[in-house]
T-cell receptor, first 115, second 114 residues
């Protein structure tokens, strides 16, 4: 089975710009969660999409937004980039049965540097 | 609110020695608990999980963890460290029925010396 894939793997932006990160979920998974991992920190939950609808959001401002498509792939968009947005952005997919197990499958991440 | 505390941001052991990585949680409801490992420049990989079944959980690569409700702990152990175990380890908590909204600890870097 195909795992979670993310693109791009690395990118550099300047403050004030906008960025779009993409994620293809693992085959058979209908839920995608996004996490931000700052250097030296644990991942922090940004939001989750389930069947194309937002299903919970962490403590992130509205300039962080997302989409999920009918094939369950997902995008994370960040507007008005700030220096503190520099981080590894992780996408994780899961199936409906995660309600019982909570298990996530992570991609390798997109490393964003904001200058 | 739930939270996770990992005691010790860096742990160093010799190859062949016992590995012990500490995790304490706070939760008002019975939690699900997880240990993930992250190798350099990679995403997170699930090592093991506790979901209210057996309190001693065995995972991949010889790791295991024991859920102790009285101590609100979920420490990760491995009897004999291998060089390939050097990585970042994260403990995470999730309430039952909460799909994928994990709360992670700050992480512990495991160094294995030859």
């Amino acid at each position: 089975e195909t795992g979670v894939t993310q693109s791009p793997t690395h990118l550099i932006k300047t403050r004030g710009q906008q960025v779009t990160l993409r994620c293809s979920s693992q085959s058979g998974h209908n839920t995608v969660s996004w996490y931000q991992q700052a250097l030296g920190q644990g991942p922090q939950f940004i939001f989750q999409y389930y069947r194309e609808e937002e299903n919970g959001r962490g403590n992130f401002p509205p300039r962080f937004s997302g989409l999920q498509f009918p094939n369950y792939s997902s995008e994370l968009n960040v507007n008005a980039l700030e220096l503190d947005d520099s981080a590894l952005y992780l996408c994780a997919s899961s199936s409906g049965t995660v309600r019982n197990t909570g298990e996530l499958f992570f991609g390798e991440g997109s490393r964003l540097t904001v200058l | 609110a739930q939270s996770v505390t990992q005691l010790g941001s860096h742990v160093s052991v010799s190859e062949g020695a016992l590995v012990l990585l500490r995790c304490n949680y706070s939760s008002s409801v019975p939690p699900y608990l997880f240990w993930y490992v992250q190798y350099p420049n990679q995403g997170l990989q699930l090592l093991l999980k506790y979901t209210s079944a057996a309190t001693l959980v065995k995972g991949i690569n010889g790791f295991e963890a024991e859920f102790k409700k009285s101590e609100t702990s979920f420490h990760l152990t491995k009897p004999s460290a291998h060089m390939s175990d050097a990585a970042e380890y994260f403990c995470a908590v999730s309430p039952p029925g909460n799909t994928g909204k994990l709360i992670f600890g700050q992480g512990t870097t495991l160094q294995v010396k030859p």
